[in-house]
């Protein structure tokens, strides 16, 4: 990326932190931190990489985007508002009785929602099925799947893998979010992944570890990851749960946050200041 570019990126992933930030804080409780160590990955995405046209969601042209761990739905729902698919307003409406934002996404309320997800593994299986689809038409658009490390306990997520990488599907890019962190622990508590790169490799991927939270890092993996031929591209990333925010990176309850709790409130009060700041002072 340009520095320009980066730029770009950089205020856009603010202004995420911003928005999942209120609309937890608005609904009281929700997933902040797998939201926020994939905010890097959405504001490089729709910042510079995807071929999107947020006033005609559905157009044929477009890449796709799978969110497999769809409890990371704030972070995306902020990403498309701020890029256009929808009024930034709407953000506030999450959960609430027919919003178009409901707590995990749904293709058939949100614009710019490609598969409905929440279900931990379907959206590999989904994401396989859209790739084959645009193999078939001759389309030279990527499928983007992103993937939770906690849901990799899924033998779904295995099962897509194989026919992913057995078909050697080169457009369909998938990312792990390799946070270390899922709903009751760490991986290693729950159950022990071992080597998620080289379980990757083994599977026949093409694989390539990152920074997740350096974007321009993230953007020369995708570049290299959309280049590839002849072979499944896979991006682990290498996260912080609850990312950006001291607080939250650290804090054990950071998978589902409540806001009733004081120190929850007062540190999502004050990352909140932090980035009102930032934002005005870019629009100034």
């Known amino acids: 990326m340009t520095p320009n570019e980066l730029a770009k990126a950089e205020l ?27 905010v890097e990955l959405l504001s490089v995405l729709y910042s510079h990489r995807l071929h999107i046209d947020p006033k005609n969601p559905r157009w044929e042209g ?3 985007v799978v969110l497999s761990k769809g409890h990371a739905g704030p972070a995306w729902y902020a990403a498309l508002a701020e890029t ?10 999450l959960n609430d009785g027919g919003t178009m934002l409901p707590s995990h996404p749904d293709r058939t309320k949100t614009p ?27 389309s030279d658009r990527h499928v983007y799947l992103i993937v939770g490390d906690g849901e990799l306990n899924e033998g779904q997520c295995w099962e897509a893998f194989e026919f992913i990488a057995g078909n050697r599907m080169d457009n369909c890019i998938t990312i792990i979010d390799w946070n270390k962190r899922q709903l009751d622990g760490t991986l290693e508590e729950m159950l022990d992944p071992f080597d998620i790169p080289a379980k990757m ?56 946050v409540k806001f009733s709790d004081p120190a929850v409130a007062k540190a999502a009060h004050e990352a909140l200041a932090e980035y009102d700041v930032v934002i005005e002072g870019s629009e100034a």
């Open 112 to 138: 710019g929602v490609d598969m409905t997800t929440g279900s931990l593994g379907q959206g590999t299986s989904a994401a396989a099925g859209i790739a084959t689809g645009l193999r078939m038409k001759g």
């Open 201 to 256: 490799k083994a599977f026949g991927f093409d694989v390539q570890v990152v920074n997740g939270q350096d974007m321009q890092a993230l953007d020369s993996a995708l570049e290299r990851a959309e280049a590839t031929e002849g072979a499944a591209p896979c991006i682990v990333m290498d996260t912080v749960k609850g990312a950006g925010i001291p607080f939250f990176e650290t804090y054990p309850g950071n998978h589902s």
């Open 62 to 64: 477009r890449d796709r």
């Open 12 to 38: 856009l992933a603010t202004k995420i932190r911003r928005d999942v930030l209120r609309m937890l804080e608005h609904v009281g409780s929700g997933h902040l931190g797998g939201s926020m160590s994939i």
């Open 84 to 93: 256009g698919f929808f009024d930034t307003e709407k953000l506030l409406t």
